[in-house]
């Protein structure tokens, strides 16, 4: 099956590992609050989901039963395609980050290289992104390139041309923009940067992050890219107006695919597209 065209793939982001659920309460941080979410989302549209997961105390981790347990929790609810963010917290050790592919995910984020990020550092060593990478090679995991910057893009040539093809063959990647330290969120640096994605490149995504949320969804749309949105990335709907909720913020890009003539993919196409093995 060939994914026609048309379709437009929306992955929400629901949770993110930024955002304190003190300062956030909507924010969906327990497993209940996340599986009824991603109920809700995939409804609206969305056909994958990113996700981050929070202990008892909302905070930010990595536990590996945590981990299965959302993986089993969203499988059972939803069809959508299960991408575990490797990325976590920029608190967390590179060897947790890694041991993320235990949890057996259809999708894991796998981010090109290291980034300021606000007034801490995302850091991603070289050697570390060379060993997640055959990681999920070896483990079947299909990894959604995360590219922060230019430089980022170069890199994943580097890591292509070194150890070849992911798992189930396809190159798929997000741009994520507007963070404090990576490239910004406006059309040039997103025309810049898919014009130098590899040509093995078979999809594309795009997130801006805060107030460049739109400036960047309207600039994938219309060089014919996919979306990501979600409540990891913006927390206002506008100036002063906070989200309620991801399912308003996957409503609001099915609209906006809606005026493109872009139809929502669903998750068995997101799976070709991607060429997940589940
Ligand atoms: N939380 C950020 C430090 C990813 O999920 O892979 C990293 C991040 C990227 O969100
Ligand atoms: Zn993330």
Not at 30 to 44: F, G, H, I, P, S
Request: hydrophobic residues 40%; aromatic residues 4%; contains cysteine.
């Amino acid at each position: 099956m060939r994914v026609p065209d048309d379709r437009l793939l929306i992955t929400v982001a629901p949770t993110g590992a930024e955002t304190a659920k003190a300062d956030c309460p909507q924010l969906p941080t327990t497993l209940e609050e996340q599986v009824a979410t991603a109920v809700e989302c995939q409804a609206a549209g969305a056909a994958m989901i990113h996700l981050h997961i929070r202990d008892d105390e909302h905070r930010p981790t990595l536990e590996l039963a945590r981990l299965k347990d959302a993986v089993d929790g969203i499988r059972e609810a939803t069809e959508l395609v299960v991408q575990l963010s490797t990325g976590g917290s920029v608190h967390d050790p590179l060897d947790a980050r890694l041991k993320v592919l235990d949890a057996e995910p259809d999708s894991c984020s796998l981010t090109m290289g290291t980034t300021n990020f606000g007034d801490d550092v995302f850091l991603n060593p070289w050697p570390f992104v060379c060993e997640l990478y055959q990681l999920s090679q070896e483990r079947g995991v299909v990894p959604e390139f995360e590219l922060f910057d230019l430089g980022q893009v170069h890199a994943l040539h580097r890591l292509l041309d070194k150890y070849g093809l992911p798992a189930g063959g396809k190159v798929h990647c997000d741009l994520v923009m507007g963070v404090p330290g990576g490239m910004n969120g406006t059309a040039d640096s997103l025309v810049a940067a898919v014009a130098a994605l590899p040509d093995v490149t078979t999809s594309w995504s795009a997130t801006g992050i805060g107030r460049s949320t739109l400036a960047v969804a309207l600039a994938a749309l219309s060089k014919g890219g996919h979306l990501r949105v979600g409540m990891e990335d913006v927390l206002t709907l506008s100036r002063g107006v906070p989200v309620e909720s991801n399912r308003q913020l996957v409503e609001r890009v099915v609209e906006l695919g809606r005026i493109v003539q872009r139809t929502p993919m669903t998750p068995a196409e997101c799976r070709e597209l991607l060429g997940t093995s589940t």
